[in-house]
């Protein structure tokens, strides 16, 4: 999807809307993955690790790992809307481990650190090549370091016809199980909500890429 087009898309309403319209998007399609998540970050988090969020958005994903208690030692959130980051900056005021960068995160060439946790959810439908992305992305990723997805997938046929409008509300479109096909070294993958909702795990395979 043409980045301007998807940066606008989460400009000024979208960015005040979009807590309330993810709690609902969570309660009617999204709570399997969700389990997954806290499952997945009370499995790796510890005041050792070090996050990277790709498309961080509102930061809805640290606002989690801190409501489950847990500890990590840096968490670095990039996302590219301005009027985003503005509403996640406040939330975040006064963290001194906690860093936002605007950034368009299809270019990541000059973030020169490593992380133990890469998580990126519901963006990939808005990339151009969602599988080119995840494997180029997996070299920011430290020696055993895990990555966390959750991304809008390609639903059961009954399912088409419905999501056709909610792509045009957030531009964005489902990522075919042919471009799933292609990320390399998934360790679990699961599906929920009819196939609309894919949840994959990808670890580190010393640099077996
Ligand atoms: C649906 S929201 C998801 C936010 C967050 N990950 C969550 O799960 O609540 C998608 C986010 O990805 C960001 N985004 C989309 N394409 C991007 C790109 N190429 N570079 C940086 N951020 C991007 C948008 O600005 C938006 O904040």
């Given at each position: 999807m043409a980045d301007e087009r998807v940066r606008q898309v989460y400009g000024i309403w979208q960015?005040?809307?979009?807590?309330?319209?993810?709690?609902?998007?969570?309660?009617?399609?999204?709570?399997?993955?969700?389990?997954?998540?806290?499952n997945f970050l009370r499995d790796s988090l510890d005041e050792n690790e070090t996050i990277l969020e790709l498309g961080c958005g509102t930061a809805l994903n640290l606002e989690k790992?801190?409501?489950?208690?847990?500890?990590f030692k840096r968490y670095l959130g990039i996302d590219?809307?301005?009027?985003?980051?503005?509403?996640?900056n406040r939330?975040?005021?006064?963290?001194?481990?906690?860093?936002?960068?605007e950034k368009n995160i299809t270019r990541l060439e000059d973030i020169n650190d490593k992380f133990d946790i890469i998580i990126c959810t519901w963006v990939l439908s808005h990339?151009?090549?969602?599988?080119?992305?995840?494997?180029?992305?997996?070299?920011?990723?430290?020696?055993?370091?895990?990555?966390?997805?959750?991304?809008f997938s390609e639903p059961r046929w009954y399912l088409?016809?419905?999501?056709?409008?909610?792509e045009l509300l957030v531009w964005s479109r489902y990522v075919t199980d042919e471009e799933v096909s292609k990320f390399k070294n998934i360790r679990k993958i699961r599906s929920y909500s009819g196939r609309m909702v894919t949840v994959v795990?990808?670890?580190?395979?010393?640099?077996?890429?």
């Open positions: 960015a005040r809307w979009y807590d309330p319209f993810k709690w609902l998007w969570n309660i009617l399609v999204a709570s399997g993955a969700e389990k997954d998540m806290n790992i801190f409501s489950l208690g847990l500890k590219f809307s301005p009027e985003i980051l503005r509403i996640t939330k975040f005021q006064g963290y001194s481990n906690v860093e936002f960068r990339l151009p090549s969602a599988s080119s992305f995840v494997n180029r992305a997996q070299g920011l990723m430290k020696e055993q370091g895990k990555f966390f997805l959750i991304f088409r016809f419905w999501i056709a409008p909610l795990e990808i670890h580190d395979a010393g640099g077996l890429m």
